[in-house]
């Protein structure tokens, strides 16, 4: 499946630099290495399409990231992924600085400071993050052979 940029568009609709990472699943003694958005819902909906991760399994799963192993949760999987553990994305507050692990632990900053509220969020890169212009025109997927 080709996933081209203006599908990555949709899910920054502000036209703002998004944040990609190259996939370390690993389930065949070889990195996956496909690019996916730094955001949970891509990284959950990558892991379910590709490696068929249940990202609403109540039960335990090996994670098999790069040369990860913990056992998380499926529903807790693409979270582990982004965290600090991996890819340690982060989310800047664009009204006090302040950097927040968690796209929950923002919002509930934002919801307690209008001026933050106004001001808005953009996405921090991990050690491994790539940042993209939103005008980038490439495929982050290569072509299924
Ligand atoms: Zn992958
Ligand atoms: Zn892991
Ligand atoms: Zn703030």
């Not at 080709?2 to 003694?29: H, T």
């Not at 949970?40 to 990231?65: F, I, P």
Request: glycine share 8%.
């Amino acid at each position: 499946m080709m996933m081209a940029v203006n599908a990555l568009r949709e899910a920054a609709p502000n036209g703002n630099a998004f944040i990609i990472y190259r996939c370390k699943w690993d389930s065949q003694n070889h990195p996956c290495n496909l690019w996916i958005e730094g955001s949970r819902k891509a990284v959950g909906k990558h892991l379910n399409t590709k490696h068929g991760v249940s990202t609403t399994d109540k039960n335990n799963m090996r994670c098999l990231w790069d040369s990860c192993t913990d056992t998380v949760r499926g529903e807790n999987m693409a979270r582990h992924v982004m965290s600090r553990v991996h890819l340690d994305a982060k989310v800047q507050c664009l009204g006090c600085d302040g950097q927040y692990a968690r796209g929950d632990s923002y919002q509930r900053h934002a919801e307690s400071s209008q001026s933050c509220y106004i001001a808005g969020s953009r996405p921090l890169p991990g050690q491994s993050g790539q940042t993209v212009p939103s005008n980038a025109e490439f495929l982050l997927d290569p072509p299924s052979q």
